[in-house]
């Protein structure tokens, strides 16, 4: 419970930020961050309502927000990169690892982890290839001041700490209080960066 | 009970593991942007040391040709023809107007600015030893707008005199009969102000056509443009620089230099 409230709290509070700071995000390649982060709130919303009174199980509500959230992300890469064709070829990927997930778990009982360790990996591989696209470019003087880069640290952070725990929840049936902590610490920085990324634009 | 303690245990190096794993990422990260950012400012600071170094050589170069043989020996061969005559006043008068001309000359190479006043100074004095030369062949004014300051406003140094003798020895010089220079100073508000360099030679078209050759007017408008290029990188100055025969626009001969200066902040 008190995890849950810190990973709102973080929520609540980027959501704020980039309310805030709208006139300017509005105008950026992040302008659908606002509207993806508006989705997030009332998906756990949603999610917390849903499990907390009716006791109803979660697991259609994630594997959608999972779905969701990895193809914008996908596509914000999409928009923001020039290799167009490398992303659309990991999009490609994307869609059949989603696939082969349907196909193969049970979408309404279970978490898609399949869809989770595949995007996870293409996320990831996004991120490398913003990193060295940013390389090239002269903006890297002033990196600390690009909110893209804040972005993609924030969910390199958060994809290459919880790959590690996709495969250990795989491996081991572990007590899913240290999984939730560990998952609160690395949504505790991947929050802090999108804060970072967003104040970016005062 | 054992069970539940080697969970927690193979949990903690889990948990161990990951952070050791995004630390390292960050660290990685960070350190590789760092080394990027630093290279490129190294690369912008040799750059622009480069650019300086440059913009000095094109000033000596500017300096130079201000300075340029055939003036010198010009103005004293005049200075000699009213020695010849007797004409000790006229001579001592020009004579003066020179070495004042020649201690400018020096004294303003080693200012990159000027106040406007200074380099009227410098334009009037080498505009007086022209005449000397060119006695009654040429005519010239100098107008400033009241509302332009010149004690205030600055200008590149000396950046002028070479557009003013390109007008006198390419406009004037092949034109038949009485030739002008019109130097003027605009105001253009708080960003700047506007200098135009106007004669009523040959125009800069025919001046062209006419010196095929052309190898020393060449070399001096590509320092002057050299030298703008310069100024205007330098992020000091923004300079517009425009040149355009009179015939085309204001069916009349001549040639007019507009050089529009904003100062950046």
């Known amino acids: 419970m008190y995890l849950q409230i810190v990973s709102y709290t973080l929520i609540g509070i980027t959501t704020l930020v980039a309310t805030f700071n709208r006139k300017q995000l509005l105008k950026s390649s992040e302008k659908y961050f606002l509207y993806y982060l508006v989705f997030i709130v009332i998906h756990e919303l949603v999610a917390f309502i849903q499990n907390y009174y009716f006791k109803i199980s979660t697991f259609v509500n994630y594997n959608i927000f999972d779905i969701v959230s990895y193809s914008f992300l996908i596509y914000w890469f999409y928009k923001i990169l020039d290799n167009k064709k490398t992303i659309t070829f990991l999009g490609i990927i994307y869609i059949i690892n989603i696939i082969i997930s349907l196909i193969i778990e049970d979408f309404f009982n279970s978490y898609l982890k399949i869809n989770i360790f595949g995007s996870t990996i293409v996320i990831l591989i996004l991120t490398m290839s913003f990193y060295t696209h940013l390389l090239k470019k002269r903006e890297v003087v002033s990196f600390t001041n690009n909110p893209q880069f804040w972005i993609t640290t924030g969910l390199l952070i958060f994809n290459i700490g919880y790959l590690p725990v996709l495969i250990l929840l795989n491996l081991s049936n572990f007590n899913s209080l240290y999984v939730d902590f560990g998952i609160t610490i690395l949504n505790i920085l991947m929050y802090g960066c999108f804060i970072k990324a967003f104040l970016c634009y005062k | ?265």
């Not at chain 2, 889990?14 to 995004?22: N, Q």
């Open chain 2, 1 to 265: 009970m054992l069970q539940i303690e080697n969970n927690i245990n193979i949990m903690l190096f889990a948990m161990i593991f990951i952070a050791i794993i995004v630390i390292i990422s960050v660290v990685v990260l960070f350190g590789l942007f760092m080394s990027k950012k630093n290279n490129l400012i190294k690369e912008n600071l040799e750059a622009a040391l480069e650019n300086q170094k440059h913009l000095h050589e094109l000033e000596l170069k500017a300096l130079r040709g201000q300075m340029n043989p055939h003036f010198i020996h010009n103005s004293l061969n005049a200075i000699q023809y009213y020695v010849q005559r007797n004409d000790v006043e006229t001579s001592e008068y020009y004579l003066t107007k020179f070495s004042k001309l020649m201690r400018l000359f020096f004294d303003y190479s080693n200012k990159q600015h000027l106040t406007i006043k200074e380099e009227i100074l410098l334009l009037e004095n080498y505009l007086q030893i022209e005449k000397l030369r060119f006695e009654e062949k040429l005519d010239y004014s100098i107008e400033v707008e009241k509302s332009l300051d010149i004690e205030e406003n600055e200008i590149p140094s000396m950046i002028l005199q070479p557009l003013v003798e390109n007008a006198i020895n390419h406009g004037l010089f092949h034109k038949k009969g009485k030739g002008k220079v019109c130097i003027l100073f605009k105001n253009i508000g708080n960003t700047g102000f506007k200098v135009q360099v106007i004669d009523n030679g040959i125009g800069i078209n025919k001046s062209l056509a006419k010196n095929k050759s052309l190898a020393k007017n060449k070399h001096s408008s590509t320092v002057i443009e050299e030298r703008l290029f310069l100024l205007n990188e330098s992020n000091n100055w923004n300079v517009n620089y425009e040149i355009i025969d009179r015939l085309l626009i204001e069916n009349t001969n001549g040639t007019k230099v507009t050089l529009t200066f904003n100062k950046v902040n």
